[in-house]
């Protein structure tokens, strides 16, 4: 069949050239990589401890922070290269513990652990929990302090005593219920949130950039030669349109099946999970076939292509969740593909649902495709017969 040898020759086309093999096949994947590794499940904060006292308290202080389950500590012996350090990102947080930490304790003065942290949200919440080690710290001083006005026992025995009571105190459990339903659920793999994200992302700027080579068609003179020939023109645009959803569904199958085995990602039911891949790869498609369509020149379809994959993308939730989106903004991302794509994908990967439960994302996403299809057909018609 005619429109299938046309199809198989968009396909050669993108395998044949490296530079759209790295942006289609490697580039999704080392994204992926990176934003799970930045901001997915298992991440423990770092935070960089120099102790320039070298004192009992001191050490007490830094234990304290290196027992929690909130850090990973890492040792310091230049406060240059913490603070650089911190500068960098290499650690997420610093504390400074200063000379004579032990001796301003033991005559009752008050000691200033230095705290190093970037202008982020997520530094506040880490002082916190140093302020709390310090809190802790504080009250058995003051404990010691007492018991030593009192004439009982010198300091550092009244320390000594009040550090093994705090230790073996059985203190108050707090019994935390969850009201709701978590944002990404705990069970969410480091890797679960992002690859859903990025396939969307890049099905569709692949398919939107890739728009100029459909140009390049029609101004080499290739698209004309064929309207020549006994090829009728609905072949040729079944073909086009065909080259179209199958490089989208190549690089969707690549990205799907990568990420499950590369980085053990779930994408839930394979059922549903096929069936919205194929809508968005026909979404996709569609699109560059109206692109392709429009443009005349395959330099600017390239550069808008790419602009306007992006702008889609952010817009859709594609590069910040949508889950945190205000309430008007979800709603305004719901005019893309992007937003119900990724609302199907959360149901099966998020709340384990089946085809059944994204019947609504599916409808719609099958009304974007057939109507980007239906513009983008018939405007390459209105290019080839005139």
Avoid at 77 to 83: E, G, H, K, Q
Avoid at 362 to 379: E, H, M, Y
Wanted: aromatic share 8%.
């Amino acid at each position: 069949m005619k429109a299938l040898a046309i199809t198989g020759v968009n396909v050669k086309r993108l395998l044949r050239d490296p530079s759209t093999i790295f942006f289609v096949f490697v580039f999704p994947m080392l994204l992926i990589l990176v934003i799970g590794a930045s901001f997915g499940g298992g991440f423990t904060p770092k935070v960089g401890v120099l102790d320039e006292g070298g004192g009992e308290f001191s050490a007490a202080f830094v234990a304290e922070i290196d027992s929690s389950e909130d850090f990973e500590a890492i040792a310091y012996d230049d406060s240059t290269v913490l603070l650089e350090d911190v500068e960098r990102g290499v650690v997420n947080i610093g504390v400074l513990i200063p000379a004579g930490y032990d001796e301003t304790l033991r005559s009752g003065g008050e000691a200033t652990v230095e705290f190093l942290g970037r202008a982020d949200p997520t530094v506040l919440q880490y002082r916190s929990t140093i302020e709390a080690v310090a809190a802790n710290q504080s009250a058995i001083f003051r404990a010691a302090r007492l018991v030593e006005a009192e004439g009982l026992t010198e300091f550092d025995t009244a320390v000594a005593s009040a550090q093994l009571v705090a230790s073996g105190a059985s203190g108050t459990d707090v019994a935390r219920e969850s009201a709701g339903e978590s944002l990404f659920g705990e069970d969410l793999g480091q890797f679960d949130l992002g690859a859903p994200s990025n396939l969307l992302l890049f099905v569709f700027l692949t398919s939107l950039a890739g728009s100029a080579a459909l140009i390049g068609t029609r101004r080499l003179g290739v698209s004309r030669r064929m309207v020549s020939t006994p090829t009728s023109i609905g072949q040729i645009l079944l073909g086009e349109t065909g080259g179209r959803f199958a490089i989208a569904m190549i690089q969707g199958l690549f990205i799907m099946i990568g990420a499950a085995v590369a980085f053990e990602v779930r994408w839930g039911n394979l059922v549903g999970a096929g069936a919205l891949l194929i809508l968005i790869a026909l979404v996709g498609a569609g699109g560059g076939m109206l692109m392709g369509a429009i443009f005349d020149n395959d330099e600017q379809a390239g550069s808008m292509g790419v602009f306007i994959g992006l702008g889609l993308a952010a817009l859709g939730g594609c590069m910040v969740p949508l889950e945190v989106f205000p309430d008007t903004m979800v709603t305004v991302a719901h005019i893309t593909p992007h937003a119900w794509g990724l609302d199907g994908f959360a149901e099966l990967i998020r709340r384990g649902g089946d085809i059944t439960s994204i019947g609504t994302e599916l409808a719609v996403l099958a009304g974007f495709a057939a109507a980007l299809l239906a513009l983008g057909t018939w405007r390459l018609r209105a290019k080839l017969t005139h």
